[in-house]
């Protein structure tokens, strides 16, 4: 895999514009929900803010004492013991703000991951086809976590710097206006360094980021492709470009280090300026008794206080910008709608039906090409066992997926039981097809559950029953665990032809009016064929089935069969028939027969 592509990706549906009506639809609604929480969060907050402040205060009243000689040991232990108390209540109520609004914070992470989760779920094959799996994870991660950021830490720094802010300044200012004016002076620069130093680090950051997918993303695909590997001995070039990939990692680990290494001492070093102007000129002040050492030692502390909230500027006015840019690219993603829906009123379930599908005329062209995949297509599938088959490319798969519902078809030609399917219920026509696609997809998990995926709660005789008409049970009842036995991801402990059967055992087990097989029998010997035939034409009473095949035995044994040609019906007519009158049928069965 190309490194690059999994990111690139990202780009073509990047929408980095800031957006505040994401704020209000999205956020509004769980901010409200959340309101109590946060309002006990803030009030803590609060409190912790102002116990802070009162610790100065308590300093100079000492130390005032202690100067003015009018400390007794009671009265310190008394102000040491207000101060212990006063440290306790801020760890108290600290906890409960961190637990009250970055509890928050993950509630709101996680009804946004729910959305996009449930959101994707409703979205078409057109919509997964211009946005990459690569792309929509990292919606699901990093704009996920920037949000959260912003949401918890952000909304947290910004509140205490103001109200640390204002309450400092204010009490700075009651104790000397002059000395608060000198001290304020560095304070811009600080502003502007850690504003300046935390841009680059969220951008280092976004670095690291970005190497980690690609570090994880090519082990998982070297991993998934491990047979590959083996085959073409590529095993030590895999080993080099993983061990590239983890040098970048590190050294973009590196990069982020050297500015979380500055941010710190930079600060400080600013802080100490105004230190440094405070001691000179506020030294000055007590010598000539302005103002009196208690007083130089609280406004010393509220100088320290000062500091962070000093920093969170230039920290937070980022972290919202990162987040109102991620909530921007969230509410986008949200906003797609699939090309296919319901049309309003259309009634959640259909009237009981014998399923036959009409195609009249129908003409398809997928989304975003301009050459029709299908066209002209007449033609009627109803009980019984339609054949269809056609060269690669012919536009079989893509009629299926018609059926399926997976595209949108144009109005009246597409008919089910004499209804434009556009005047039914997509879930409803859906729930009439049990289907076996081309490529087979197994999940981690029993092979019984794998069966039994399309109708939960099945019994093990019924799964039984589904295997053996399947003609895939013997093969089940040789591995180690029979049922029980895992099936590894991808199905790699299974032969194709075992992955193709234990399909089609999912789908008789489901067991609906409609069974759609795309070229599910290929990778199956010619004897088990015969066996699995027996197993659907036992299972058909009555039922509606399209298997598309390029087997002969396979087409032979359908009632009607459909040749497609470059999206155009080429003939159609009994195995037989065809065989007689179609030339181009004819000469497609010689050809399978030479190969063979
Ligand atoms: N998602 C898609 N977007 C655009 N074009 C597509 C898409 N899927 C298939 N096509 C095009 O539609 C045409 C028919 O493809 P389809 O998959 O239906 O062929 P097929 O008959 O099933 O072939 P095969 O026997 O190889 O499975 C091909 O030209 C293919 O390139
Ligand atoms: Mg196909």
Sequence with gaps: MNPGSFLSGRAGTERPAVDFSAVRTLLGPIFRHHRGRLLLGFVALLVVDSLQLTIPQLLRHGIDSLTGATATPQSLLLLAGLVLLTAACIGIFRFLWRTMILGFSRHLEQHLRDRIFAHIMIMDRAFFSSWTTGNIMAHASNDLTAVQMACGMGMVAALDAVVMTVAAITLMLLIDVRLTLIALLPMPLLIVCTRLLSRQLHQRFDQVQAQFSLLTEFARTTLVSIEMVKAYTLERMQERRFDELGSRYVRSNLRVAVIQGLLFPVATLVGNIGMLLVLYFGGRLVVHGTITLGGFVAFVSYLYLLVWPMMAVGWVTNLAQRGLTSLGRIHHLLRQQPLLGDQEGVPATLPPCRPRFVFDHLRFTYPGTD????????????????????????????????????????????????????????????????????????????????????????????????????????????????????????????????????????????????????????????????????????HLQGRTVLIVSHRINVLATADRIVVLEEGRIRARGSHRQLLAESGFYRAMMDRQRFDA
């Design 371 to 538: 050459r029709p995949a299908l066209q002209d297509i007449c033609l009627e599938i109803g009980p019984g066992i339609t054949g269809l088959t056609g060269p690669t490319g012919s536009g079989k798969s893509t009629l299926c997926r018609l059926l399926l519902r997976l595209y949108p078809v144009p109005d009246r030609t597409l008919f089910l039981d004499g209804h434009d399917v556009n005047t039914l219920s997509i879930a409803a026509v859906r729930g009439l097809i049990a289907y076996v696609g081309q490529e087979v997809v197994l999940f981690s998990d029993t092979v019984a559950n794998n069966i039994a995926f399309g109708r939960s709660g099945a019994g093990q005789e019924e799964i039984e029953a589904a295997a053996k008409a399947a003609a895939v049970h013997e093969d089940i009842m040789g591995f180690s665990d029979g049922y029980q036995t895992m099936v590894g991801e991808r199905g790699v402990r299974l032969s194709g032809g075992q992955q193709q059967r234990i399909a089609l055992a999912r789908a008789l087990l489901a067991d609906r009016p409609v069974l759609l097989i795309d070229d599910g029998l290929s990778a199956i010997d010619v004897d088990t064929e015969q066996r699995v035939l027996a197993g659907i034409r036992a």
